[in-house]
């Protein structure tokens, strides 16, 4: 199985917001006025109002403006917006300094808006912020076979079929980090997926607690869950709790995949309050 002990959520969080403030740069400085971008925040589970949305457009002479439209929303003016009323907030920079308006859009989707990843941003030219890699030219060995069933014959390749299948469930190309884990979202919850170097296992992961007090008490419950739990496993890595789910990829079986997918959002979403209230942590999504 993967180890995924080396994860380190805070640190992929932030170099994921790092590498999208580059590339909205690279798209704004570009933008002319036959085009626009629109971002909205995905809203968290707790939260029934219209998500806030940022509007990018062109402006005469050589400048994008910024459009936020959220109610409700404090401190919006210590971040450079500028009230234009009916809930809408504005600012613009010339576009040879779109650099610092991407991180001033970064700096209030995570402090103001409270988005805790990129993967939870919907933009309407998806495609164009996430730039993903170039797709692999799957070789001849990896023509499907019936249900789409073929067997990879390196990680690359794996990691090709995996992006191909992800692309067709949620209508746009997964996300990559330095790792090479792809960040994925389903509803509210959060989850990874990893390849084994040796290219046969899928595994789908999550960190549902963090702060752990008590590790004794902690394995315990866990220990518990893992003999009730049918295909999830639960693991304890310092403080925090991880669940995951092993797919095997040799060969590669897509509804596999998609089952897996089920079934570890649903353990995600539907326990991570409760276990954090028994092993006294805090869910990695707040309310």
């Known amino acids: 199985m993967a ?18 403030t580059e590339r909205l740069a690279e798209v704004l400085s570009v933008m002319d006025a036959t085009s626009d971008l629109c971002i909205s925040v995905v809203a968290n589970r707790t939260n029934t109002v219209e998500p806030p949305v940022i509007r990018f457009s062109f402006a005469e002479p050589e400048s994008v403006v910024a459009t936020l439209k959220a109610a409700d929303v404090p401190g919006l003016a210590d971040f450079g917006w500028q009230g234009v009323g009916d809930g809408s907030y504005r600012v613009q920079h010339h576009q040879e300094d779109t650099v610092a308006l991407a991180e001033l859009v970064t700096r209030t989707m995570t402090e103001a808006l409270g988005a805790i ?23 001849a060995g990896l023509l499907p ?46 989850l990874f997926l990893r390849s084994t170097p040796d290219f046969k296992e899928l595994v789908l992961f999550a960190v549902l607690v963090h702060e752990v007090s008590g590790r004794s008490r902690a394995c315990e419950v866990l220990n518990d869950l893992n003999t009730e739990s049918r295909y999830c ?5 310092t403080d925090r709790v ?16 998609r089952q897996a997918l089920v079934a570890i959002s649903q353990v995600a979403d539907g326990i991570d309050d409760e276990l954090a209230a028994r092993l006294s942590g805090r869910t990695t999504f707040p309310g």
């Open 3 to 20: 180890d995924i002990e080396d994860f380190d959520l805070d640190r992929t969080t932030q170099l994921a917001w790092d590498e999208f």
């Open 117 to 139: 990843h990129p993967v939870f941003l919907e933009p309407d030219q998806l495609a164009d912020i996430l730039k993903p890699a170039a797709p692999v030219e799957p070789g």
């Open 233 to 237: 496993r639960f693991a304890l890595h």
């Open 145 to 190: 076979g019936p249900f789409g069933i073929v067997m990879p014959g390196s990680r690359q390749e794996l990691d090709t079929v995996v992006d191909a299948e992800l692309t067709e469930a949620f209508g746009h190309p997964p996300m990559r980090d330095f790792q090479g884990d792809v960040a994925i979202r389903i509803g509210s919850t959060m």
């Open 242 to 257: 991880f669940v995951q789910v092993s797919v095997p990829a040799r060969p590669f079986v897509p509804a596999h995949l």
